[in-house]
Nanobody
């Protein structure tokens, strides 16, 4: 079965940066578009960014636009989320998920496979 494992989370000060990785196994990454989602305490899960199969189509939440960058390396079966200028409101558990659609989407029901999440904490 397709498996996704997130890594790269941690504690960072406001204004700092982190790069999250999503390692995919069990199937070739090429066949899946990948989304990054996050869930903060007391809040609903929200889409952060997504990337299409070939990487040509990307999408960002308004809160992430101009600060976060999503990329993928199909040869390494890995998707990345570069996060810059992190702020306390970015604190959440970040999840990657796979969808076998052609284009990326923030509709969570379309994602059949999810990772366990990695904690990102932004605090002074």
């Amino acid at each position: 079965q397709l498996q996704l494992v997130e890594s790269g989370g941690g504690l960072v000060q406001p204004g700092g940066s982190l790069t999250l990785s999503c390692a995919v196994s069990g199937h070739t990454l090429y066949w899946y578009q990948i989304g990054w989602f996050r869930q903060a305490p007391g809040k609903e899960r929200e889409g952060v960014s997504c990337i299409s199969r070939a990487g040509g189509d990307t999408k960002y939440a308004d809160s992430a636009k101009d600060r976060f960058t999503i990329s993928r390396d199909n040869a390494k079966n890995t998707v990345y989320l570069q996060m810059n200028n992190l702020q306390p409101e970015d604190t959440a558990v970040y999840y990657c998920a796979a969808d076998r659609a052609t284009d990326c989407s923030f509709v969570t029901v379309g994602y059949a496979y999810w990772g366990q999440g990695t904690q990102v904490t932004v605090s002074s």
